[in-house]
T-cell receptor, first 114, second 112 residues
Framework: SAVISQKPSRDICQRGTSLTIQCQVD?????MFWYRQQPGQSLTLIAT?????????ESGFVIDKFPISRPNLTFSTLTVSNMSPEDSSIYLC???????????FGQGTRLTVV | TQLLEQSPQFLSIQEGENLTVYCNSS?????LQWYRQEPGEGPVLLVT???GGEVKKLKRLTFQFGDARKDSSLHITAAQPGDTGLYLC????????????WGLGTSLAVNP
């Protein structure tokens, strides 16, 4: 199983600014997933990121607001652009691995927009 | 669109009590997983059930997959404060672009 290191673990940001969240995996993985989660609630998939192609966004999420980079098979970033208080949430990166497969997650980034 | 209904959403019980969390769908899944998440961490896999009618036990936790592979349950016996956390079920179909379908989550608090 590949371990994911995610940073920052938390941040407080001013509205109108942007924050880039980084995820580093300790082995190569094909697909990475970015989720948003309100504390104590379920996960909402933002997008799926494959290396060498544009990310695939879920309904309600757009590239201009959440640009994603996937420069290689061990790294991905999610940027939350032009932030507003409504973007305050926990953001998680994830990948599949193992047999049978399971989802592995980074530690999460707790974002507060003021 | 595949949906997973999870209940209850919140549960606060005393140490030593038993509880059951349910995950239901109108869709068939090839497998269903249960995750547990603690504050400040990502979800961690507890179990994967694959076969209809399958029962798996993990110490005081018992997981069951419905015969039709549309529903699942998690039963905790003699809950302890260490069981406190967010429990999430997730369904998987290989043809669904390998995306997991997540339940709404059950926030469990076990009071000493």
């Amino acid at each position: 199983s590949a371990v994911i290191s995610q940073k920052p673990s938390r941040d407080i940001c001013q509205r109108g600014t942007s924050l880039t969240i980084q995820c580093q995996v300790d082995s190569q993985v094909t697909m990475m997933f970015w989720y948003r989660q309100q504390p104590g609630q379920s996960l909402t998939l933002i997008a799926t990121a494959n290396q060498g192609s544009e990310a695939t966004y879920e309904s309600g999420f757009v590239i201009d607001k959440f640009p994603i980079s996937r420069p290689n098979l061990t790294f991905s970033t999610l940027t939350v652009s032009n932030m507003s208080p409504e973007d305050s949430s926990i953001y998680l990166c994830s990948h599949f691995g193992g047999d049978p497969f399971e989802a592995f997650f980074g530690q999460g980034t707790r974002l507060t927009v003021v | 669109t595949q949906l997973l209904e999870q209940s209850p959403q919140f549960l606060s019980i005393q140490e030593g009590e038993n509880l059951t969390v349910y995950c239901n769908s109108s869709s068939v899944f090839s497998s269903l997983q249960w995750y547990r998440q603690e504050p400040g961490e990502g979800p961690v896999l507890l179990v994967t059930v694959v076969t209809g009618g399958e029962v798996k036990k993990l110490k005081r936790l018992t997981f069951q997959f419905g015969d039709a592979r549309k529903d699942s349950s998690l039963h905790i016996t003699a809950a302890q404060p260490g069981d406190t956390g967010l429990y999430l079920c997730a369904g998987f179909n290989a043809g669904n672009n390998r995306k997991l379908i997540w339940g709404l989550g059950t926030s469990l608090a076990v009071n000493p």
